[in-house]
């Protein structure tokens, strides 16, 4: 079992640039979550998805953050035109029920 | 909102010392998950408990089950490979997404 795997583990990008993360679930996982840790902010919840559906995205921004799992092996967490404040870690845990496992996150940088 | 507030934000203990952490609720949650940070940034689950106690080792944590609205994670015998940051991570009923404390950071000196 590896774990939850992110890609990349760092990611460096210039203003205005898209972004976009990769998470692949613990297999059988039947919940994928995305969150983000600042240092001002904590760690944030962004969105969830479980059997692939979209079930809670309140935590993310309205404008320029999408994330979607078009199947049960990964899920990815696009950025547009990303801006310096969208720099962060970026968290994806999985789930069975409601124990989750958390992977190393992608730390972004946007210059 | 749901918000955890997580005490003390930051703590030193001498090596061989015992030592608690706690997280206070703001309403009813459904379950705990603590977690350390290490240094390479990754979450390292600890424990999940909808109730009651854990123990592994020299640590142990507990999740009040009357009113679930807070929980503790005591350290014994403190070493210094304890040193980090513990997150608490809360969940409500009703859903699955939790709502992080702003953790604790834990230094052990010799």
């Known amino acids: 079992n590896a774990g939850v795997i992110q890609t990349p583990r760092h990611k460096v990008t210039g203003k205005g640039q898209e972004a976009t993360l990769w998470c692949e679930p613990i297999?059988?996982?039947?919940?994928v979550f995305w969150y983000r840790q600042t240092i001002v902010q904590g760690l944030e919840f962004l969105t969830y998805?479980?059997?692939?559906?979209?079930?809670?995205d309140s935590g993310m921004p309205k404008e320029r953050f999408s994330a979607q799992m078009p199947n049960q092996s990964h899920s990815t967490l696009k950025i547009q035109s990303t801006q310096p404040q969208d720099s962060a870690v970026y968290l994806c845990?999985?789930?069975?029920?409601?124990?989750?496992?958390f992977g190393p996150g992608t730390r972004l940088t946007v210059l | 909102g749901d918000q955890v507030e997580q005490s003390p934000s930051a703590l030193s203990l001498h090596e061989g010392t015992d030592s608690a952490l706690r997280c206070n609720f703001t309403?009813?949650?459904?379950?705990v998950q603590w977690f350390r940070q290490n240094s390479r940034g990754s979450l390292i689950s600890l424990f999940y408990?909808?109730?009651?106690t854990k123990e592994n080792g020299r640590l142990k944590s507990a999740f009040d089950s009357k009113e679930r609205r807070y929980s503790t994670l005591h350290i014994r015998d403190a070493q210094l490979e304890d040193s980090g940051t513990y997150f608490c991570?809360?969940?409500?009923?009703?859903?699955?997404?939790?709502?992080f404390g702003a953790g604790t950071r834990l230094k052990v000196i010799a």
């Open positions: 845990a999985s789930s069975l029920s409601y124990e989750q496992y």
């Open positions: 297999s059988g996982h039947s919940a």
């Open positions: 998805f479980r059997n692939q559906a979209p079930i809670d």
């Open positions: 309403t009813t949650m459904r379950s």
């Open positions: 408990l909808a109730s009651g």
């Open positions: 991570a809360a969940g409500n009923t009703g859903n699955y997404k939790y709502v």
